[in-house]
Nanobody, 120 residues
Framework: QVQLVESGGGLVQPGGSLRLSCAAS????????MGWYRQGPGKQRELVAR??????DYADAVKGRFTIGRDGATNTADLQMNSLKPEDTAVYYC???????????????WGRGTQVTVSS
């Protein structure tokens, strides 16, 4: 079985910073893409940032403030969030496309989410 576990959420004041981490574990053959999505109150889940083999993608709302990084050796992905705004308040979910070791089939996995609250 494959799991994605997020950590690093919390409460921060506007203008502050947080770093989220996501670790993939289990029967993994390879990890193709990793990324972060978020779902704010009353909103649909949206892409925040992701790393593909061809590069990185960022939502316009976070460009210049958030940076995604990935460690292929440890199957982890981090999201450094700076200059946080109240509108960044959401549950942040890790997402990854992972090829399982036994079946060699690729599936999309989601973490359970971590709450980020930006408030004074």
């Amino acid at each position: 079985q494959v799991q994605l576990v997020e950590s690093g959420g919390g409460l921060v004041q506007p203008g502050g910073s947080l770093r989220l981490s996501c670790a993939a574990s289990g029967s993994i053959f390879s990890v193709k893409d990793m990324g972060w999505y978020r779902q704010g109150p009353g909103k649909q889940r949206e892409l925040v940032a992701r790393i593909r083999r061809g590069g990185t993608d960022y939502a316009d709302a976070v460009k210049g403030r958030f940076t995604i990084g990935r460690d292929g050796a440890t199957n982890t992905a981090d999201l450094q969030m700076n200059s946080l705004k109240p509108e960044d308040t959401a549950v942040y979910y890790c997402n990854a496309v992972i090829t399982e070791q036994l079946s060699l089939k690729a599936f999309t996995y989601w973490g359970r989410g971590t709450q980020v609250t930006v408030s004074s």
